[in-house]
């Protein structure tokens, strides 16, 4: 296939369709959602799927956007912080956990692993601390040193359990 090939794509993207005219073969999810949909929530860090940053989920699982081709996700469901995020503006329990636990200082990192640890919560609602360190191992942060990523998100754990 020719790389430089321009194509038409129609995404479904937080629960919407959104056609998108020339997309190269080789432009990433990331490029798309940020470049053509103005869907800055995902953010642009690494660009080599080591630090989380860009994380959203497909199909309720979650991928680095900067490594997945927008052209291979044609036909699937695609969630962004944007998409998580509650339409009256109001914290999830997540969200009220992380800033509960002081767990948010730049925020830059804060939109994948929100969507990261939503999915593991989601998947495994028992999940213990250990599950968590091994789940949230590709979500880097520079500012926080984790701890209060970890407690937050085991915090919503122990709620979902009923402990």
Known sequence: MNRHALLSCRLRINGASHDVEDVHFGDTLLEVLRDRLGLVG????????QCGACTVLIDGQPVNSCLELA???????I??????NRRDGSLTP???????????????CI???VLAAESLLAERPDATEDDIRTEMDGNLCRCTGYSSILAAILEVAETRRGS
């Open 71 to 77: 052209a291979e996700t044609v036909g699937r469901e």
């Open 111 to 113: 939109p994948g692993i």
């Open 42 to 49: 995902t953010k642009q860090g690494c660009e080599d799927g």
């Open 94 to 108: 997540l969200q009220e956990a992380l800033v509960r636990q002081a767990a948010i200082q730049c925020g830059f």
């Open 79 to 84: 969630v962004t912080i944007e998409g998580y």
